[in-house]
């Protein structure tokens, strides 16, 4: 998906890999497939994504997580930086060389940081693991 988006109604993916941004990626998401997350440069999510697919972060740009995301599936931050300010209870996050993971919120599940990765805990608050 590319492009601004002014949807902001519910969506289900349950097969298949959805690509998009911040931009073009609104409202409540049940993920029960692959969602990537290519921010380019930096967005917000404000919405809240649950399901139990994989939620992938790609792109150079920050991916802020304001919502109270009950996903349960696998996160991958490939490259940028995810920062979580609301929560975030996927099974496991894996940030790669390079990515960066951070914020001021909580995660749910364990996280494995892969050498040349950074932890960046947010100004006010600390991410809680």
Same mark, same amino acid.
């Given at each position: ?67 109270? %995301? ?7 931050? %490939? ?10 209870? +996927? ?12 914020? +001021? ?11 040349? +990765? ?9 991410? +809680?693991?």
């Amino acid at each position: 998906l590319t492009g601004a988006n002014t949807y902001s109604g519910g969506t289900t993916l349950n097969g298949g890999t959805t690509t998009g941004n911040t931009n073009s990626l609104q409202g409540a998401i049940a993920n029960n497939a692959a969602l990537t997350f290519e921010q380019g440069t930096d967005g917000t999510y404000t919405g809240n994504l649950t399901g139990a697919g994989v939620l992938n972060k790609t792109g150079t740009g920050a991916l802020l997580l304001t919502g109270n %995301n009950t996903l349960t599936g696998n996160t991958n931050v %490939n490259a940028g930086s995810l920062l979580v300010n609301g929560t975030l209870n +996927s099974a496991a996050v894996q940030v790669a060389s390079g990515a960066t993971l951070g914020g +001021s919120g909580s995660l749910g599940g364990a996280v494995t940081m892969a050498d040349g +990765s950074t932890l960046k805990a947010g100004a006010a608050t600390p991410l +809680s693991v």
